[in-house]
C-alpha cells in the first residue's frame, strides 16, 4: 500500500513538473528594456542631408484589400483598386497592409507589406519590407513579455518594423512604451487614432522611433479614408529602390503629414490639389546651438516639443504666415521634434533631433533580455 500511495504521488509531481515546463515553455519572459532618455554630446539630425536636389515623396503602408473576403473589413477594395486610387492622388510609393498576407503585385514601387495581429485589443504591428509572415499571436490580454517576443519574431522578418497605431483601445500603454524595445516606428497618425502622447514617452525613454503616418484604408471608395494621414519620404534617386525607401524610414528621413478634415470628403481631384499646394520641409538645420526649420511656403505656427512631451517654444506668424522658425537648443534638451500647423489646419510631424554618443549616428535601440527561464526554454 505505501508504494502504490508512493508511486501515486510521484505521478503527480511529475504532471506538475510536466504542466510548468509547458507553462513556461508558453510564456515568454523578458527583462523591461532599458530605459533612459538620450544623452551624448552630439545632435543625430535625421534631416542634416536634405537639400534641393532631392524631391520628397507621398507614402502610404497601411490600406487593406478583400484578401480575406467578408472576414476583414477592406471586402470592397481590390488590390488594383487601392493601387488605382492612390495613383491619382500622387503617391509615390504603396503598400497594401493586408492582415497575415503579403500582397503580390508587380506594381513598381510596391513595397511588400502586412499588419499583424488577430488579438481582442488591436496590438497590431506593421512590417513593412515583409520577407515572410510571423502567423502566431496571443489572441487575449497581452502581457509585456509577450508583445516583446512578437516584436521580435516580427524583427526577423521584415526590414522595418512599426508599432501600427498604438494608442488605439489601448493596445499599447504607457508601461509598455517605456519598456518595449526592438521596432524601428511609430505609426503617430491613423485615421482611427492619434497617438503623439505615446511617441514623446516612448523618445523620453530613449526609443528612436521615427513616424510613420498611415490612411489604414478599409474602403477606397469611401473618400474619408483616403489622403488622411501619410508619409513623406525624401530621396535623392530618381529611380526608386526599396532599400531606398526603408533606410529612409529608419533613418528618419521622412515626415508625418495630417490632413485637415476639411478635406476629409473632398473628392479625389481636391484632396490631390490639396496635397500638391501643401508647403514642403526645404531643411531642418543645426547650426551653432539652434534649431532651424524652413518650409517651401508659408505656416500658421511651429511648435517645439522635447523630454516628456514639454512645450520648448511655440511660434506663431503673423497672418500672412510664416516660413521659418528656430529653437536654441540647451544643455537639457534630450530631444526636440517640431509639429507645424497650416492655417487650414493641417499638419506636418518632424521626426526628433537627439543627443547621441557618436556624432551622426543615430542613437540605438535598447537589446531586448530574456529572463533566464526563457532562456532555457525557449528555441
Known sequence: MPKRHNRKKWWIAAGIFLVLILFFRMMPLYKPALSAPFSGPYWYNP??????EGRWMRANFHAHSNVWGFFTNGRKNTVEDILSKYDSLGYDIMGISDYQNITQTPEIPYIPVYEHGYNILKTHQGSIGAREV?????????????????????????????????????????????FLTGYDCFEVLNDFWKSEDLWDVALSSGKPAMIVGGDDAHNVFKQTDLARDLTIIYTVSDTLKPNDIYRALIGGTAYGVEVTKRFSRASVVEKRRNLDNM?????????????IVTLTGDAREFRFTGQDGKLLKKVTGPANGIHTAFYRLQQEDTYVRVKIAF????????????????????PPMPASQKRWLFRIFDK
Request: net charge positive; aromatic share 8%; with cysteine.
Open 134 to 178: 510571423y502567423h502566431r499571436d496571443y489572441i487575449l490580454l497581452q502581457t509585456r513579455s509577450q508583445k516583446q517576443h512578437i516584436l521580435n519574431k516580427l524583427r526577423q522578418r521584415t526590414e522595418v518594423l512599426v508599432l501600427n497605431h498604438p494608442d488605439w483601445m489601448g493596445g499599447y500603454s504607457l508601461r509598455d512604451i517605456r
Open 343 to 362: 492655417p487650414d489646419s493641417s499638419h506636418i510631424y518632424l521626426n526628433p533631433i537627439m543627443r547621441t554618443i557618436e556624432k551622426d549616428i543615430k
Open 47 to 52: 534631416y542634416r542631408e536634405v537639400n534641393t
Open 279 to 291: 508647403p514642403m520641409l526645404r531643411s531642418c538645420k543645426i547650426r551653432n546651438d539652434s534649431l
